[in-house]
């Protein structure tokens, strides 16, 4: 994905808010690109313009013409009177076997064991913790079979512990399927745990870029290499008065 002076303004009362301005990025294809910034710097509206859920007001997307797009949210947006498993099948336009013989849907099966939630497909989203509720969603915008996984901070609500959990189950997931994962997020910890690439996002575009692809999972926040490139980060989020998003 190759996002190319992208620029989108909104209409606030009476006042034009420049959100993007000409921001330029590269997604890899089988790689988890981070995008670390503050909140209104535009994190949100560059994921639903790379989904297609809105349109810029200049500059593109590039990318297939038949690539498709799985957004995961902040909250889980699970439909309450759904099963786990229709939940998760719902963008297929397919539902579960019912019955006491039933068969599920070897896709689903194959979701339901990757995502941990085997067992749980009869359960409805009120009968699940935060954390499986997250696992639901992701394993729904996996079903739809993606070129690539857009996340807007979808582990931010979650306790310490579980948030951890997911950020390992994401990889195991990413391993799994080797998509392209665009994911925002406030957490600097959480960037440099799950990202090949990171990169803050600052005044409508990419300030820095820091590549993590020669630093294999899992990865030690303690380590000397690891430490730096942190210190790096917590010190261009100092020079744009972001202390307040530092973990």
Request: hydrophobic content about 40%; proline content about 3%; overall charge neutral.
């Amino acid at each position: 994905m190759r996002i190319r002076d992208l620029c989108k303004e909104y209409q606030v009362a009476a006042k034009r808010i420049e959100v993007l301005k000409g921001l330029n990025l590269d997604v890899d294809n089988h790689g988890i690109t981070v995008v670390l910034g503050r909140s209104g710097c535009g994190k949100t509206t560059l994921l639903r313009l790379a989904a297609g859920l809105e349109q810029a007001d200049r500059g593109s997307v590039e990318m297939g013409s038949d690539a498709k797009m799985g957004v995961i949210f902040q909250e889980p947006r699970l439909m309450p009177w759904l099963t786990v498993g229709d939940n998760i099948l719902f963008g297929t336009g397919k539902r579960q076997g019912r019955g006491r013989h039933r068969v599920l849907n070897r896709h689903l099966d194959y979701l339901l064991d990757l995502t941990g939630l085997k067992g749980f497909e009869d359960a409805y989203p009120s009968q699940l913790s935060g954390g499986m509720q997250q696992r639901a969603a992701l394993a729904r915008a996996l079903a739809y079979k993606p070129d690539y996984l857009l996340m807007d901070e979808p582990f931010a609500a979650l306790d310490y512990f579980t948030r951890s959990q997911m950020q390992k189950e994401l990889l195991k997931i990413h391993q799994a399927e080797q998509k392209g994962i665009l994911f925002v997020t406030h957490s600097i910890d959480e960037a440099l745990t799950i990202g090949k690439k990171v990169v803050i996002l600052e005044d409508g575009g990419c300030r820095k870029e820091y590549d993590l692809g020669d630093i294999p999972y899992p990865r030690d926040l303690l380590s000397e290499k690891i430490g730096k490139i942190k210190k790096g980060i917590v010190e261009e989020m100092e020079k744009t008065g972001e202390i307040g998003m530092l973990p």
